[in-house]
C-alpha cells in the first residue's frame, strides 16, 4: 500500500509491510495540483500491494485461529441432517474460485436464470418448512389427545380397581425405562453426552418431582381442578421462566391467543352454585385438604414450566429417547418417595382388564410426552404447554361418555374459549400470509442481482 502526501517541495513515500514501515523521501519539482485529482490509492499490480495481507486474509486467520471455532468444531456432531456446513462452503466457493473477477456476476447470473428458478426454490424452502410445522402441530394435537385419556383411564383406574395414581406413575415410569434401548440403538450415551449431563438431571427431576406432585393432587382436589390448575400455572409460568431465562419472546398474537386461553382454564376452575355450599366453612380439616391439594397443582405447574424451559435449552443435544428415560428413571427414584411421604396404600392388579388400563395408560403417556417434547425442539415452551389445554375439554368429552353428568355453564364456555384458542393458534402457525411468499422472492432477487456478495 503507497499513499503520497505534501511535505513542502518533497514526495513522501511509505511502504507498509506487515511487520515494519519504512519511508523514502525524494525531491521533485514543486507540486502543481491537477483539476479532479485529490490523491492516489494503490491498484492491483502496483509495487508494494501485495506486500500487506488483505481485511478478507485477515478475517480468514482470525476466523481459523478463533477459540469459538475451535469449541464448536470439537462439539460439532458428526453427522447433521443436511451435511456439515464446512462441506457446503466448500461447494459454494469452488465455482467462485474457478471463476475468477468476473465470477461472481456470472455466477449469480447463472445460479439465477439456470437449474431451478428463484419461484421454485423459495417454493421448496416453503414446503419443507409447513411440512415440519404441520407434523409438529400434529403432534402436539396429538399428544393432548393422549393427556386427555390420561386423565379418564385415571380416574378410571382410581374408581373402579382401587389403583392409586402415585402407583400408576411407578409402572408407568418402570414400564418407560425400556426407552433406554433408542439411545443404545443410536450409539449415544443413555445418560446424556459429556458437560449436559448435570442439566439432563436437573431436567429429569423437575419433570418427575411436577408428575409426583400433579397425581398426589388427585387424592386431595378432584382430577379435573387439579389438572386445569396443573396446566394453567405451567403455561403462564413457561412463558415468564422462557423470558427471565431463556430470553425468548412471544410475539404479540401469540400472546393474545395464550391469554384468551387461560381465562377460558380460569373460568372452568369455577366453583358451581351448590358446591360452595356443600362444606362448611368453619371444617378445618376441609379447607386445608383442599388448599393443599392446590398448592400441590400449581407447584406441579411450576416443576413443569421449568423442565420445559430446561429441555429447551438442550434441544441440540439431547433427543427425546435418552429424555424419556431420563424422566423413567428419576420417576422411578422419586415416586416411591413419595408414595411413603403421603403413606398411600399400595394396591395391584389383580385383573386382566386393570392390566389393560394400565397398559393403556403407559401407551398414552408415553406418545403424550414424545408428541410434546418433539415440539419443544421448534416452538416456545408457552406454546407448547398452551397447547396441551386441549386435554381439558377432551377429557371433559370423554368424562361425559363415561359418566355422563351435566356441566355448569362456566365450564362449557370456558372449554370452548380453550378450544378457539388453541385452534387459532394452529391456524396462524400453518396459514402464512398472501404477500409472504412475493416478499421474500423479492428480498431474494434483490440479493442476487446486488453487487455486494
Not at 413457561?238 to 412471544?250: G, H, K, N, P, V
Not at 420445559?308 to 429424555?323: F, H, I, P
Not at 385452534?423 to 411468499?437: D, E, F, I, N, T
Request: hydrophobic share 45%.
Amino acid at each position: 500500500m503507497e499513499s503520497t502526501h505534501l511535505l513542502s517541495s518533497s514526495k513522501k513515500r511509505v511502504k507498509i509491510h506487515p511487520h515494519t514501515v519504512t519511508a523514502k523521501y525524494a525531491t521533485h519539482t514543486p507540486y502543481s495540483p491537477q483539476p479532479g485529482v485529490h490523491t492516489h490509492f494503490p491498484q492491483p499490480g502496483d509495487e508494494g500491494y501485495d506486500d500487506a495481507p488483505s481485511f478478507e486474509d485477515f478475517g480468514s486467520f482470525l476466523e481459523e485461529t478463533s477459540d469459538k471455532k475451535q469449541l464448536t468444531e470439537s462439539k460439532r456432531w458428526p453427522l447433521t441432517l443436511f451435511g456439515s456446513k464446512d462441506k457446503d462452503k466448500d461447494t459454494t466457493n469452488k465455482p467462485q474460485a474457478a471463476g475468477g473477477g468476473d465470477g461472481g456476476e456470472g455466477g449469480a447470473r447463472a445460479a439465477k436464470g439456470s437449474g431451478r428458478g428463484v419461484g421454485e426454490q423459495l417454493a421448496s424452502f416453503g414446503e419443507a418448512s409447513v411440512s415440519a410445522s404441520r407434523l409438529t402441530w400434529v403432534g402436539l394435537v396429538g399428544a393432548a389427545l393422549a393427556h386427555g385419556c390420561l386423565i379418564v383411564l385415571t380416574c378410571l383406574a382410581s374408581e373402579r380397581f382401587s389403583l392409586g395414581p402415585l402407583f400408576l406413575l411407578l409402572v408407568r415410569s418402570i414400564v418407560q425405562l425400556l426407552s433406554v434401548a433408542v439411545p443404545l440403538h443410536r450409539g449415544e450415551n443413555p445418560f446424556g453426552p459429556e458437560g449436559y449431563r448435570l442439566r439432563l438431571l436437573c431436567y429429569g427431576i423437575a419433570y418427575s418431582l411436577s408428575l409426583c406432585c400433579a397425581y398426589s393432587s388427585l387424592t386431595f382436589v378432584s382430577p379435573g381442578n387439579g389438572t386445569t390448575t396443573w396446566r394453567l400455572a405451567t403455561t403462564a409460568l413457561s412463558a415468564t421462566l422462557a423470558f427471565l431465562l431463556l430470553e425468548e419472546r412471544l410475539g404479540l398474537a401469540d400472546g393474545i391467543t395464550i391469554a384468551a386461553g387461560l381465562c377460558g382454564l380460569g373460568l372452568v376452575l369455577l366453583p358451581a352454585a351448590d358446591e360452595s355450599n356443600i362444606d362448611s366453612p368453619t371444617d378445618p380439616v376441609v379447607f386445608w385438604r383442599g388448599a393443599f391439594g392446590w398448592s400441590l397443582s400449581a407447584l406441579a405447574g411450576l416443576w413443569m414450566a421449568l423442565a420445559l424451559v430446561g429441555y429447551r435449552s438442550l434441544k441440540e443435544r439431547v433427543g427425546v429417547g435418552t429424555a424419556l428415560f431420563t424422566v423413567s428413571w428419576t420417576g422411578c427414584l422419586l415416586t416411591p418417595a413419595s408414595l411413603a411421604l403421603l403413606q398411600e396404600g399400595w394396591s395391584w392388579p389383580m385383573s386382566a382388564p386393570a392390566w389393560g388400563l394400565v397398559l393403556g395408560l403407559v401407551a398414552c403417556s408415553v406418545a403424550a410426552f414424545l408428541g410434546m417434547t418433539h415440539a419443544l425442539t421448534r416452538l416456545h415452551p408457552a406454546l407448547v404447554s398452551a397447547s396441551q389445554s386441549l386435554e381439558v375439554p377432551v377429557a371433559m368429552l370423554l368424562h361425559l361418555a363415561v359418566l355422563p353428568l351435566a356441566p355448569t355453564a362456566a365450564e362449557v364456555v370456558g372449554n370452548v374459549m380453550v378450544i378457539l384458542s388453541v385452534g387459532w393458534l394452529v391456524a396462524m402457525k400453518l396459514l402464512p400470509s398472501r404477500g409472504g411468499g412475493r416478499r421474500q422472492r423479492e428480498e431474494y432477487e434483490e440479493i442476487l442481482d446486488s453487487p455486494i456478495k
